[in-house]
């Protein structure tokens, strides 16, 4: 009896199992291993990791401009585009929250976060470039000399990082405004009773109950900031200079262009550990439920 | 208790229904404003794909004083003598449409087994498949890469199949149970007492239920497979392989870039996205959601 259920449950399960195991699960722990040996094939993580984390393209503190490192723009990238997308997302919400039409605007806001990274990372070049670009147009209006700032290393990856907002606000934009439509007008029409101001409003109601799905958006956005690799590719390749290089694009560059895989491995599991930080709080609370 | 609350409504909004009306118009305004400038670089790209780079590159896209819309640029791009958009899309297809069903098929039916069996350490395997859900593709590309080559399938749409198949499974094995854990159990369960065999309930009873989750799980795979560019950068490199978001920054070129075909191409292959996203975008945000929030 029991063997027979736990055969149809094994029948239901197993494929799906076996294929995370071996292309999921598997490499990722041979992926682990292999950041321990060094090129050469000897045990040494000592020297692997400090050989990588030694690399001025990983790291670099020389100077106060950039390149900085892999390790340090991607931590660049989420100090400027973290704050704006989430804010930007949930106080787009509540402005459209009784706008008619919200939903196409909000369609079109999201669209960035529909087209291939690679795609987002070509339109941000188009956008800056000098001549045909928005930037341009914006430069010439104000009648400075329009310049690419993807072009100079000390301005790439701030460009880059600002540009991205464009790309992803609609995905704060979506969750926010999908958790606002779960909360009762009633509680604002019983502040506005009590005489409650909007902001006071905005502050005292909506944020506290948006703040679990506002901590969902953070969670996530900063796991796609770590992430970042079609947008760079794209737009710079990590340049000038590797004034934009971050860390996927780091891996890339170590394992399939020098394939050196070691120095690759090291690589994705630094990746890798920055991502499970910021994931534990969402993992822990998926198991506790 | 509803007379209530509509009294008090009609009394705060009639003293302040000039200044209300003002807020709103005002607010509409900005909203509509805020769309149009997340249009502009799409409008732009659009812009300058219908029409010849010579004339955009120096008056503006903007500039229509000058303005000779042809579909030269998309006719050069799709049918590109290095880069055939027309083969990527081809490619993009032949690589998506696989590696959407199967893991919906095989993910589903895990997570139907994760949803109405019990069995030993349940919750650890679920759990473990929930952590993967972090793990960074490049984690798992350098192992693959070396075993694509001994097995000969590099440079085979087989191999980037494959790896979505199993690169999917987690969040669709994720998102299927917590759908099938809200499903009523009772059908099922009267079906069984009836004799029904497990094959017999998921195909009549389940299956038929879960439509509406199973589109949103494929809208999902389908895009992310279609838009991903790391897995064929790594599997796929022969020009004839390569997948429709390979081919864009090819088309890029090394010194002038030709944004005329560049864009054109970035036209094509978005597309695809956009038009899914437009039509079954119900399906999308639902997915989205669910998938993040549960």
Redesign the interface.
């Known amino acids: 009896m029991y063997s027979r259920?736990?055969a149809?449950?094994?029948a239901?399960?197993l494929?799906?199992?076996i294929?995370?195991f071996?292309?999921?699960?598997?490499?990722?722990i041979?992926?682990l291993i292999?950041s321990l040996y060094t090129p050469e094939g000897v045990f040494d993580p000592v020297a692997n990791w400090g050989a990588v984390l030694s690399d001025r393209k990983m790291l670099n503190f020389r100077s106060w401009e950039p390149p900085y490192g892999a390790i340090i723009h991607n931590l660049i990238w989420i100090v400027i585009h973290l704050p704006t997308t989430v804010i930007l997302g949930l106080l787009?919400a509540v402005?459209?929250r009784?706008?008619?039409?919200?939903a196409?605007?909000q369609?079109?806001?999201?669209?960035?976060m529909?087209?291939?990274?690679?795609?987002g990372g070509?339109?941000m070049?188009?956008?800056f470039?000098r001549?045909?670009?928005?930037v341009?147009?914006a430069a010439r209006l104000f009648g400075t000399p329009a310049q690419n700032p993807l072009r100079y290393p000390d301005t790439a990856i701030y460009a880059l990082a600002f540009g991205s907002v464009?790309l992803w606000t609609g995905?704060s934009l979506?969750?926010h405004s999908?958790?606002l439509s779960t909360i009762p007008q009633?509680y604002y029409?019983q502040a506005?009773?009590d005489g409650a101001s909007a902001p006071r409003m905005f502050f005292q109601i909506t944020i506290p109950l948006l703040a679990s799905?506002t901590r969902?958006v953070i969670v996530?956005t900063v796991?796609w900031e770590?992430?970042i690799?079609?947008i760079v590719?794209?737009a710079t390749g990590g340049g000038p200079g590797n004034a934009t290089n971050v860390l996927?694009l780091q891996?890339?560059d170590y394992?399939?262009r020098q394939f050196n895989?070691n120095y690759?491995?090291v690589?994705?599991?630094i990746?890798?550990i920055m991502?499970?930080i910021v994931?534990i709080p969402m993992?822990r609370r998926?198991?506790s439920e | 208790m509803n007379n209530n609350?509509e009294s008090?409504?009609v009394h705060?909004v009639v003293p302040y229904r000039t200044q209300a009306l003002f807020v709103?118009v005002f607010?509409?305004l900005?909203?509509?404003v805020?769309?149009a400038i997340?249009?502009?670089?799409?409008l732009?790209?659009l812009m300058?794909s219908v029409r010849p780079f010579g004339e955009?590159?120096n008056l503006?896209?903007?500039n229509l004083s000058e303005f000779t819309p042809s579909l030269a640029n998309y006719i050069d791009a799709w049918f590109h003598t290095s880069y055939p958009i027309m083969q990527g899309m081809y490619n993009s297809l032949i690589v998506a449409l696989p590696a959407t069903a199967v893991p919906i098929v095989?993910?589903s039916?895990?997570a139907?087994?994760?949803a109405r069996?019990?069995?030993p350490l349940k919750n650890v395997?679920f759990?473990?498949?929930?952590?993967?859900m972090?793990?960074?593709?490049?984690?798992?590309?350098?192992?693959?890469?070396?075993?694509m080559e001994a097995t000969g399938l590099l440079d085979t749409f087989i191999s980037v199949i494959?790896?979505h198949?199993?690169?999917g499974?987690?969040w669709i094995?994720f998102f299927m149970r917590n759908f099938f854990d809200q499903l009523p159990k009772n059908v099922e369960e009267s079906a069984v007492i009836q004799g029904a065999s497990?094959l017999t309930i998921l195909l009549r009873i389940v299956v038929p239920m879960s439509v509406a989750a199973l589109i949103s799980a494929a809208v999902l795979q389908f895009?992310w497979v279609?838009?991903?560019?790391?897995f064929p950068?790594?599997f796929l490199f022969s020009s004839e392989k390569l997948v429709a978001?390979q081919r864009?920054?090819l088309l890029?070129g090394t010194h002038l870039?030709d944004?005329g075909l560049?864009?054109a191409g970035?036209v094509i292959?978005?597309s695809v996205?956009?038009l899914?996203?437009?039509f079954l975008?119900r399906y999308?945000?639902r997915g989205?959601?669910g998938w993040?929030?549960?």
């Not at chain 1, 071996?22 to 990722?28: K, M, R, V």
């Not at chain 1, 009784?98 to 919200?102: E, H, L, N, P, T």
């Not at chain 2, 997340?38 to 799409?42: E, R, T």
């Not at chain 2, 593709?137 to 070396?146: R, S, V």
């Open positions: 259920k736990y149809t449950a094994a239901f399960i494929p799906a199992l294929l995370i071996a292309i999921d699960l598997y490499p990722a041979r992926t292999l787009l402005l459209f009784r706008v008619k039409g919200k196409v605007v369609s079109i806001i999201f669209i960035g529909v087209i291939p990274m690679v795609v070509l339109i070049s188009f956008m470039d001549s045909i670009g928005v341009g147009i464009w995905f979506i969750l999908a958790a009633d029409d506005r009773v799905i969902v996530m796991i770590l992430k690799f079609g590719f794209a996927a891996m890339y394992a399939f895989f690759g491995a690589v994705t599991t990746l890798l991502v499970l994931s993992v998926s198991i | 609350k008090i409504r705060r709103k607010f509409h900005l909203a509509y805020i769309g997340w249009l502009i670089p799409f732009g790209l300058t955009v590159a503006g896209w903007w095989l993910g039916a895990a139907y087994g994760f069996f019990h069995f395997v759990t473990l498949t929930v952590v993967l972090a793990l960074p593709a490049q984690m798992i590309a350098i192992p693959l890469f070396q075993t494959i790896v198949t199993a690169w499974m987690p094995m497990q895009l279609w838009s991903d560019f790391f950068l790594i978001v864009l920054p890029k870039v944004w560049l864009s970035t292959v978005v996205p956009i899914i996203f437009a975008q999308y945000v989205m959601v993040t929030l549960r």
